[in-house]
T-cell receptor, first 113, second 111 residues
Framework: DTAVSQTPKYLVTQMGNDKSIKCEQN?????MYWYKQDSKKFLKIMFS???????INETVPNRFSPKSPDKAHLNLHINSLELGDSAVYFC????????????FGQGTRLTVV | RKEVEQDPGPFNVPEGATVAFNCTYS??????FFWYRQDCRKEPKLLMS???SGNEDGRFTAQLNRASQYISLLIRDSKLSDSATYLC????????????FGTGTQLKVEL
């Protein structure tokens, strides 16, 4: 059983389109995250939710809108895609406490053309 | 200045070598420390937590120096399968306990 699963794994789309990435975790965790890994491989947090409540919202364009319908799901919707949005997006989950591991999904490789 | 800094490498070492990676963090309020490993085109996975007293897991030893805000990872007897990017991760208390990643250090173990 996959602990944190994201779909789709690959996404190629044109500039200006709107797309969504879905994430689900079956670990019973309260906290979920979205991270972006750019071409230089730097992983940067975008959002964090705890029990469906937005906790962290880093400096991310408002074209990016996360939605958490329940604590097992955290989806990411992106409007008006730009070339610079091309990256790998990772969903992760954890207990949200200090000393525990975060589990990552396999990533969604987004290419905007 | 980045919150967590690492030498990006790559470190190219022969099999059997000992290699050490360093990481510095800027926020003295950081509370938890980890090393994650990321294989090419894969997701990051926890390698080990880093405790104040230092800790060891097989061939891997992690050290923390709070005074210098410095974390290290030592790999002994390197294997080909150790080739990966090693990510230093720091958690600050409050604000959702977000994991802040370093840029990663690439290790290539060669025959």
């Amino acid at each position: 059983d996959t602990a944190v699963s994201q779909t789709p794994k690959y996404l190629v789309t044109q500039m200006g389109n709107d797309k969504s990435i879905k994430c689900e975790q079956n670990l019973g965790h309260d906290t979920m995250y979205w991270y972006k890994q750019d071409s230089k491989k730097f992983l940067k947090i975008m959002f964090s939710y705890n029990n469906k409540e937005l906790i962290i919202n880093e400096t991310v364009p408002n074209r990016f809108s996360p939605k958490s319908p329940d604590k097992a799901h955290l989806n990411l919707h992106i409007n008006s895609l730009e070339l610079g949005d091309s990256a790998v997006y990772f969903c992760a989950s954890g207990t949200g406490t200090l000393n525990t591991e975060a589990f990552f999904g396999q990533g969604t490789r987004l290419t905007v053309v | 200045r980045k919150e967590v800094e690492q030498d990006p490498g790559p470190f190219n070492v022969p099999e059997g070598a000992t290699v050490a990676f360093n990481c510095t963090y800027s926020n003295s309020a950081s509370q938890s420390f980890f090393w994650y490993r990321q294989d090419c085109r894969k997701e990051p996975k926890l390698l080990m937590s880093v405790y104040s007293s230092g800790n060891e897991d097989g061939r891997f030893t992690a050290q923390l120096n709070r005074a210098s805000q410095y974390i290290s990872l030592l790999i002994r007897d390197s294997k080909l399968s150790d080739s990966a990017t090693y990510l230093c991760v720091v958690i600050l208390t409050g604000g959702g306990n977000k994991l802040t990643f370093g840029t990663g250090t690439q290790l290539k173990v060669e025959l």
